[in-house]
């Protein structure tokens, strides 16, 4: 019984912990059931285009990294990997599950907005953190890349960093001159 009330004070404050650093870093995001599931929850930003991200377990139990806009959320929820909203008169979320957002980030970091076509056309995927697997939607399918704000960004052709990789620190127009065109899967900020 005391292992058990012991595991429970453990588990409040660490929940505790997380949401005071999440204040900190931008807007407190709804509670809902997706704590248990996800892994690394930051915020970003306030009002309407405050930002969760994290790492969630999908069913298979791999980790996916996810971004949600929660603005009018009563409740968030993992559903296969993907934070999604519960609640009403929420606008659906442009970028759609499984993690970055399309368009210029409402924050001053740096980010990397992949784009499916060459010129910076076509389907674009923002974000402002590592991803060690882009999903499924976005992977192999860069064409060319923009980075905003100061700071370099490596873009590797397989998950976790690994194959082909290279630094931008400048935006890329058509990414065949690199030789990573419709092979980019991880990126990360390089500091």
Request: aromatic share 8%; charged share 20%.
């Amino acid at each position: 019984m005391k292992r058990v009330l012991m595991l429970a004070v453990v588990a409040a404050a660490a929940s505790s912990a997380g949401a005071s650093f999440a204040q900190e870093r931008g807007a407190s995001p709804p509670p809902g059931p997706y704590w248990q599931s996800c892994r690394n929850v930051s915020t970003y930003g306030y009002g309407p285009n405050a930002m969760v991200t994290a790492q969630c377990r999908d069913d298979r139990g791999r980790w996916r990294q996810t971004s949600l806009r929660f603005a009018g959320c009563r409740e968030i929820v993992n559903r296969d990997g993907n934070l999604d909203c519960r609640g009403e008169g929420r606008p659906p979320y442009p970028g759609g599950p499984g993690g970055g957002y399309p368009g210029r980030p409402p924050f001053g970091r740096s980010s990397i907005t992949l784009f499916s076509g060459p010129g910076f056309s076509g389907q674009p995927f923002t974000t402002q953190g590592e991803i060690t697997n882009l999903p499924k939607q976005y992977n192999d399918r860069a064409m060319s890349l923009r980075i905003e704000g100061r700071g370099a960004w490596q873009v590797c052709s397989d998950s976790d960093f690994r194959g082909r990789c290279q630094v931008f620190d400048r935006d890329e127009g058509d990414l065949r001159r690199s030789g990573l065109a419709g092979q980019v899967s991880s990126m990360r900020p390089v500091r």
